[in-house]
């Protein structure tokens, strides 16, 4: 994959080290900008545009998590990539779960490490990049997206309230060829009933009383880009009619008009609602059922994708923590521990409101589980913070076992290597522990 014409920003104190990388890199056409102190690099990182920063973690002045999390604090970061000693793996770890784009040990082979900088800046792959999450379940699902990206076919997302539906969508815009198009996102719930058409489809001047002019509607201004209909399930009878004519003929009229417009975007759909079942009914036509299902897509709930808890609970709690003055370092082992054996019927939008609320009002220095869950009465919150010894154990084996998991992609022999233990041992307190390489 070609890096030519990229401009990549190199952290690294080894002159032998930096001279080499700068070398080679140079030869493959990138402009380098490297720094020897980590306080030079937050400088001129902010003020200059980078399509990757290559990090060493342990620097003279500053660490190069430090560094990072300056760097994400900034809207469009570059991806990062940190390079490091063996010591720094659990390290390299968190920030990957942090959100750093990979780490290498070092010494690396120079080719590999040349590839996955070429993937990680290739527009299309690097929108991508662990943008929904860790979890096997839920790269099965960047995997399928990204492939559909290249049709125009209606595509039909399903899924628990909460569970990510909207973020796949704009997943699938992003990586499509039409990115760069609008996405026009309309909650079909959300609207009352007699506006919805209106806003969906528009009206001419004159169509009603209050239409002084002429509204575009989404569907219209979705231009050549997506049409997300969340909540579809909500539609009114007579709208699915319509929505149906829109799908078939790719044209609609204006509330009023006379003349058809042309629809020229993908459909969208989503819903948390049983649409078989609501056909079964007569509370849905079939025939726009069929329409709008030619390609399916499942967004998994967060019970199925328990190796994203942690990472989602470390960006959701940078984001709150970047808008409020806070006092919080962080998030407590004990505060995970919580997250990894609660339900979450609200799956990501419960985590997220609930890691917002800890931020703003928490009062140490870590996140709690009392924070998390303030519902919890004084006892069952004790309870959960003491457990008995081999509770605790098991429960940090268990949380380190799926941190290494996540951070090999679910190889379990690259695992046992991070956490130093045999194949065969990993195996074994994986089935103990009742974790599987697909966790």
Known sequence: MSLSERVIGLVEDDQIMGESIVQRLSLEGVTVKWWQRGRDAAREMSSNKFDAIVCDIRLPDVSGEDLFREAARSSGS??????????DIDQAVRLMRAGAADYFTKPFEIDDFLVRLGELMSPRL??????????????????????????NSTVLITGETGSGKEVAARFLHAMSSTGDRPFMAVNCAAIPGELLESELLG??????????????????RAGEGILFLDEIGELRSELQAKLLRLIEDKSFFRIGGERPVPFKGRLVAATNADLPKLVSAGR??????????????????????????????ERFFAESASR???????????????????????????????????????LGQWVMPGDLFPEQSDDSALALQMGSL??????????????????????????????????????EKMRRLGLSAET
């Open 284 to 313: 849905f036509r079939e025939d726009l059922y069929y329409r709008i299902n030619v390609v399916s897509v499942r967004t998994p709930p967060l019970r199925e994708r328990l190796q994203d808890i942690p990472w989602l609970m």
């Open 390 to 427: 081999e509770d605790i154990r098991q429960s940090a084996e268990k949380r380190h076992i799926l941190r290494a998991l996540a951070a090999t992609g679910g190889e379990v022999g690259a695992a046992s290597k991070l956490l130093g233990i045999g194949r065969t041992t990993l195996w």
């Open 126 to 151: 690097a929108t991508g990049s662990h943008v929904l999450g860790l979890a096997p379940a839920i790269k099965d699902l960047e995997r399928l997206l990204t492939r559909i990206a290249k049709l």
């Open 78 to 87: 570059p991806p990062f990539v940190f390079i490091t000693g063996y010591s």
């Open 324 to 362: 409020v003055e806070t006092s919080l370092k962080g998030i407590s082992s004990l505060a995970e521990e919580a997250a990894l054996s609660y339900g979450w019927p609200g799956n990501i939008r419960e985590l997220r409101n609930r890691m917002e609320r800890a931020v703003v009002l928490g």
């Open 203 to 220: 009206h001419e001047k004159g169509a009603f009383t209050g239409a002084s002019q002429r509204h575009l509607g989404y569907a219209e």
